[in-house]
Protein backbone atom coordinates (compact mmCIF):
# COMPACT_ATOMS: atom_id res chain seq x y z
CA UNK A 1 0.00 0.00 0.00
CA UNK A 2 1.40 3.11 -1.28
CA UNK A 3 1.76 6.14 1.30
CA UNK A 4 -0.26 9.06 0.36
CA UNK A 5 1.85 12.11 -1.26
CA UNK A 6 2.52 14.59 1.33
CA UNK A 7 0.81 17.85 2.04
CA UNK A 8 3.06 20.93 0.67
CA UNK A 9 4.60 23.31 3.05
CA UNK A 10 3.33 26.70 3.63
CA UNK A 11 5.69 29.23 2.44
CA UNK A 12 8.58 30.12 4.37
CA UNK A 13 8.03 33.44 5.62
CA UNK A 14 4.64 31.90 6.82
CA UNK A 15 6.45 29.10 8.97
CA UNK A 16 8.93 31.53 9.94
CA UNK A 17 6.08 33.99 11.25
CA UNK A 18 3.96 31.36 13.34
CA UNK A 19 7.48 29.69 14.61
CA UNK A 20 7.66 33.38 16.34
CA UNK A 21 4.12 33.69 17.43
CA UNK A 22 4.54 30.66 18.80
CA UNK A 23 7.82 30.65 20.40
CA UNK A 24 7.61 34.45 21.74
CA UNK A 25 4.67 33.19 23.82
CA UNK A 26 6.36 30.31 25.26
CA UNK A 27 7.64 32.90 28.21
CA UNK A 28 4.84 35.20 28.34
CA UNK A 29 3.17 33.20 31.27
CA UNK A 30 6.44 33.15 32.78
CA UNK A 31 7.74 36.26 32.89
CA UNK A 32 4.50 38.59 32.72
CA UNK A 33 4.13 37.36 36.55
CA UNK A 34 7.58 38.85 38.77
CA UNK A 35 7.06 42.36 37.94
CA UNK A 36 3.06 41.82 39.23
CA UNK A 37 4.33 39.45 41.95
CA UNK A 38 3.92 41.90 44.95
CA UNK A 39 0.85 43.30 43.58
CA UNK A 40 -1.09 39.70 43.04
CA UNK A 41 0.39 38.99 46.72
CA UNK A 42 -1.16 41.70 47.99
CA UNK A 43 -4.46 41.42 46.57
CA UNK A 44 -4.59 37.32 47.09
CA UNK A 45 -2.55 37.30 50.37
CA UNK A 46 0.21 35.31 49.59
CA UNK A 47 2.79 34.32 51.63
CA UNK A 48 6.60 34.29 50.33
CA UNK A 49 6.61 30.49 50.25
CA UNK A 50 3.13 30.84 47.91
CA UNK A 51 4.23 33.62 45.65
CA UNK A 52 7.37 32.12 45.16
CA UNK A 53 5.80 28.83 44.30
CA UNK A 54 3.89 30.41 41.45
CA UNK A 55 6.66 31.64 39.92
CA UNK A 56 8.51 28.50 39.92
CA UNK A 57 5.97 26.37 38.88
CA UNK A 58 6.01 26.72 35.08
CA UNK A 59 9.70 25.85 35.52
CA UNK A 60 9.34 22.73 37.29
CA UNK A 61 6.40 21.61 34.71
CA UNK A 62 8.95 22.35 31.80
CA UNK A 63 11.53 19.77 33.57
CA UNK A 64 8.79 17.21 34.70
CA UNK A 65 7.05 17.31 31.36
CA UNK A 66 9.72 17.84 28.95
CA UNK A 67 10.26 14.19 28.61
CA UNK A 68 6.81 13.29 27.90
CA UNK A 69 6.23 16.63 25.04
CA UNK A 70 8.75 13.89 22.86
CA UNK A 71 6.43 10.90 23.01
CA UNK A 72 3.34 13.29 22.30
CA UNK A 73 5.15 14.47 19.73
CA UNK A 74 6.13 11.34 18.37
CA UNK A 75 2.64 9.85 18.73
CA UNK A 76 0.37 13.15 17.52
CA UNK A 77 3.07 14.76 15.52
CA UNK A 78 4.80 17.80 15.82
CA UNK A 79 2.59 20.26 14.41
CA UNK A 80 -0.65 18.71 16.45
CA UNK A 81 1.45 18.88 19.60
CA UNK A 82 2.10 22.69 18.68
CA UNK A 83 -1.08 23.27 18.38
CA UNK A 84 -2.60 21.73 21.46
CA UNK A 85 0.38 23.20 24.11
CA UNK A 86 -0.49 26.29 22.15
CA UNK A 87 -4.13 25.96 23.40
CA UNK A 88 -2.89 24.90 26.61
CA UNK A 89 -0.42 27.86 26.94
CA UNK A 90 -3.70 30.38 26.09
CA UNK A 91 -5.83 28.99 28.29
CA UNK A 92 -4.10 28.84 31.73
CA UNK A 93 -3.10 32.37 30.73
CA UNK A 94 -6.20 33.22 30.22
CA UNK A 95 -7.57 31.90 33.22
CA UNK A 96 -5.66 34.53 35.17
CA UNK A 97 -8.72 36.84 34.25
CA UNK A 98 -10.59 34.90 36.95
CA UNK A 99 -9.30 37.09 39.34
CA UNK A 100 -9.54 36.63 43.20
CA UNK A 101 -9.38 32.92 42.72
CA UNK A 102 -6.04 31.36 44.13
CA UNK A 103 -6.69 27.67 43.08
CA UNK A 104 -7.53 28.97 38.95
CA UNK A 105 -4.58 30.93 39.27
CA UNK A 106 -2.20 28.45 40.51
CA UNK A 107 -4.13 25.05 37.29
CA UNK A 108 -3.71 27.86 35.28
CA UNK A 109 0.21 28.32 35.34
CA UNK A 110 0.14 24.49 36.03
CA UNK A 111 -1.62 24.35 32.45
CA UNK A 112 0.37 27.00 30.77
CA UNK A 113 3.94 25.11 32.33
CA UNK A 114 3.00 21.91 30.41
CA UNK A 115 2.13 23.66 27.50
CA UNK A 116 5.30 25.32 27.27
CA UNK A 117 7.44 22.38 28.23
CA UNK A 118 5.36 20.35 25.33
CA UNK A 119 5.34 23.28 22.60
CA UNK A 120 9.25 23.95 23.60
CA UNK A 121 10.15 20.12 22.99
CA UNK A 122 8.29 20.24 19.73
CA UNK A 123 9.94 22.92 18.12
CA UNK A 124 13.29 21.58 18.62
CA UNK A 125 11.89 18.47 17.63
CA UNK A 126 10.39 19.84 14.08
CA UNK A 127 13.73 21.97 13.52
CA UNK A 128 16.30 19.06 14.15
CA UNK A 129 13.93 16.91 11.53
CA UNK A 130 14.55 19.98 9.24
CA UNK A 131 18.21 19.54 9.50
CA UNK A 132 18.01 16.14 7.51
CA UNK A 133 16.66 17.81 4.57
CA UNK A 134 19.89 20.02 4.45
CA UNK A 135 21.75 16.99 4.61
CA UNK A 136 20.19 15.48 1.96
CA UNK A 137 20.42 18.56 -0.30
CA UNK A 138 24.11 18.50 0.34
CA UNK A 139 24.18 15.10 -0.18
CA UNK A 140 22.69 15.78 -4.13
CA UNK A 141 25.50 18.10 -4.33
CA UNK A 142 24.20 21.58 -3.01
CA UNK A 143 27.50 23.58 -2.35
CA UNK A 144 28.51 24.70 0.66
CA UNK A 145 28.43 28.73 -0.15
CA UNK A 146 24.98 27.86 -1.49
CA UNK A 147 24.30 25.93 2.20
CA UNK A 148 25.61 28.91 4.65
CA UNK A 149 23.73 31.32 1.74
CA UNK A 150 20.21 29.69 2.29
CA UNK A 151 20.24 29.34 5.51
CA UNK A 152 21.45 32.09 7.05
CA UNK A 153 18.93 34.06 4.71
CA UNK A 154 16.04 32.09 6.42
CA UNK A 155 18.02 32.72 10.09
CA UNK A 156 17.73 37.03 9.13
CA UNK A 157 14.20 36.67 7.84
CA UNK A 158 13.16 34.66 11.24
CA UNK A 159 14.63 37.24 13.52
CA UNK A 160 13.36 40.07 11.56
CA UNK A 161 9.89 38.89 12.02
CA UNK A 162 10.79 37.89 15.61
CA UNK A 163 12.01 41.78 16.11
CA UNK A 164 8.78 43.44 13.98
CA UNK A 165 6.35 41.10 16.85
CA UNK A 166 8.45 41.80 19.64
CA UNK A 167 8.42 46.19 18.35
CA UNK A 168 4.49 46.21 17.46
CA UNK A 169 3.92 43.94 21.51
CA UNK A 170 5.89 46.72 23.33
CA UNK A 171 4.14 49.52 21.43
CA UNK A 172 0.79 48.18 22.51
CA UNK A 173 1.84 47.32 25.89
CA UNK A 174 3.15 51.07 26.77
CA UNK A 175 -0.27 51.93 26.03
CA UNK A 176 -1.51 49.86 28.21
CA UNK A 177 0.48 48.63 31.06
CA UNK A 178 -0.35 50.93 34.59
CA UNK A 179 1.87 53.97 35.06
CA UNK A 180 2.88 52.09 38.18
CA UNK A 181 4.71 49.07 36.35
CA UNK A 182 8.28 50.18 35.52
CA UNK A 183 8.60 50.27 31.84
CA UNK A 184 11.19 52.29 30.33
CA UNK A 185 11.54 51.91 26.31
CA UNK A 186 14.19 54.30 24.61
CA UNK A 187 15.26 54.39 20.72
CA UNK A 188 19.21 53.63 21.59
CA UNK A 189 18.67 50.60 24.10
CA UNK A 190 16.11 49.07 21.52
CA UNK A 191 18.72 49.74 18.68
CA UNK A 192 21.17 47.46 20.30
CA UNK A 193 18.87 44.77 21.65
CA UNK A 194 18.19 44.66 18.19
CA UNK A 195 21.84 44.07 17.00
CA UNK A 196 22.16 42.02 19.99
CA UNK A 197 19.42 39.59 18.88
CA UNK A 198 20.50 40.00 15.50
CA UNK A 199 24.09 38.98 16.11
CA UNK A 200 22.54 36.10 18.32
CA UNK A 201 20.45 34.63 15.46
CA UNK A 202 23.02 34.59 12.97
CA UNK A 203 25.88 33.51 15.09
CA UNK A 204 23.48 31.00 16.57
CA UNK A 205 22.53 29.57 12.45
CA UNK A 206 26.21 28.79 11.77
CA UNK A 207 26.89 25.94 14.21
CA UNK A 208 23.69 23.21 12.74
CA UNK A 209 25.49 24.46 9.26
CA UNK A 210 29.01 23.50 10.28
CA UNK A 211 27.62 20.22 11.20
CA UNK A 212 25.73 19.70 8.37
CA UNK A 213 28.16 20.33 5.80
CA UNK A 214 30.42 17.68 7.76
CA UNK A 215 27.64 15.14 6.46
CA UNK A 216 28.80 12.10 4.91
CA UNK A 217 25.95 11.45 1.16
CA UNK A 218 25.54 8.00 2.15
CA UNK A 219 24.49 8.15 6.07
CA UNK A 220 21.94 10.14 4.73
CA UNK A 221 20.74 7.28 2.15
CA UNK A 222 21.22 4.76 4.94
CA UNK A 223 18.93 6.79 7.25
CA UNK A 224 15.93 7.02 4.39
Do not use: K
Amino acid sequence: MSRPAPRPLPPFWVMAAALVAVAGNLRVAITSVPPLLSAISADLGLSYAAAGALTTLPVLCMGLFAPVASAVAHRVGAVAAVLGASACIVAGTASRLAGGSVAVLYAGTFVAGVGIAVAGLSIYTTTAARAREYAVLRALGLRARSLYALVLRQALLTVALALALSLLMLAVLAQIVPSTVPLVLTAPNLARAAAITLAIGLLASLFPIRRLIRVEPASVYRRA
